[in-house]
């Protein structure tokens, strides 16, 4: 059990360009979230999934904002046409069973948008 | 909307001081309360979880305590050292489909002077 990793670590962009990041949970963790933290501030929920199905998704996901998570396993967060304003660590979380819930964190993906 | 506010945003004390960091919540419908710490540029670790029906919980020289009907929890650090530097954030969840939703407070950055 090597942890929830994300990947890359940082990523720079121009404005305007489309981004996508990975996550990897850990094995056997069947929920998996997308929080985005901006500086200064917590973290703010995106999106989640159960298993494969994304059944919550949070306002702050425009339509430029995409994730999926094929067969149940990692996931992708896809940014399209991005803008400065989207420069902020996207963190990924998993966890199993919902009594004790609790979130495993990934180091996170840092994005700064030029 | 749930909010949830950190008070104070920053604090600085001497090694071996005691001290406690303050969490307030605004829809006492929670169904946990969790305390997490966050090293510069990394993701979260899980310190202290609460279920909504408990008081408090111990960690070594950490203690945590929930007041649901006033919408409050506090941390408490005992004999802090400087490896407790860190930011620290407080984090409430709500339940969505089948899982949980963390929302955070803008956290209370730590910083232990030798």
């Known amino acids: 059990d090597t942890g929830v990793s994300q990947n890359p670590r940082h990523k720079i962009t121009k404005r305007g360009q489309n981004v996508t990041f990975r996550c990897d949970p850990i094995?056997?963790?069947?929920?998996l979230y997308w929080y985005r933290q901006t500086l200064g501030q917590g973290p703010e929920f995106l999106t989640y999934f159960q298993n494969e199905a994304q059944l919550e998704k949070s306002r702050l996901l425009s339509d430029r904002f995409s994730a999926e998570r094929p067969k149940g396993s990692f996931s992708t967060l896809e940014i399209q046409r991005t803008e400065q304003g989207d420069s902020a660590m996207y963190l990924c979380a998993s966890s199993w069973g919902l009594a004790k819930n609790i979130q495993y964190f990934g180091a996170g993906t840092r994005l700064s948008v030029l | 909307k749930q909010e949830v506010t950190q008070i104070p945003a920053a604090l600085s004390v001497p090694e071996g001081e005691n001290l406690v960091l303050n969490c307030s919540f605004t829809d006492s419908a929670i169904y946990n309360l969790q305390w997490f710490r966050q090293d510069p540029g990394k993701g979260l670790t899980s310190l202290l979880l609460?279920?909504?029906?408990?008081r408090e919980q111990t960690s070594g020289r950490l203690n945590a305590s929930l007041d649901k009907s006033s919408g409050r929890s506090t941390l408490y650090i005992a004999a802090s050292q400087p490896g407790d530097s860190a930011t620290y954030l407080c984090a409430v969840s709500e339940l969505i489909q089948g899982a949980q939703k963390l929302v955070f407070g803008q956290g209370t950055r730590l910083t232990i002077n030798p």
């Open positions: 094995s056997e963790h069947n929920r």
């Open positions: 609460i279920q909504s029906s408990q």
